[in-house]
């Protein structure tokens, strides 16, 4: 709880430099705005739905509608798997560049990755 409290600004001004500021590369601009939203997404379900929920906050609401419970299969299984996948996607990206400098940006064109 303490971490996600501490992490979830800092996620939030990452989202406001990565959208914002130009100076990345294009591809891996892409993929570190998309874990930054998984990231900030996992935060704010854990904070305000699932801290919410251990406290006691509203147990009434949690104990009626039981489709809150599967936010936490969300987030236990959706969330790691496409960290995950966009970890190794920056992987591949960093290493093409180091395979292939001169091709590099003609494999990892916007139009490719959307």
Known sequence: TLTSIFFLPI???FAFIFFWKNRLEGSFKVFHQNINAINISYSIVHLFIHNAAWIGIASQFFMENQWIAKLNWWKTTTIPFTLGLFHLLIAI???SAVMFPFKHKE????????
Not at 107 to 114: I, K, P, Q
């Open 11 to 13: 996620h939030i001004r």
């Open 107 to 114: 494999m990892w064109t916007a139009t490719r990755l959307f």
């Open 93 to 95: 990206n960093q290493m």
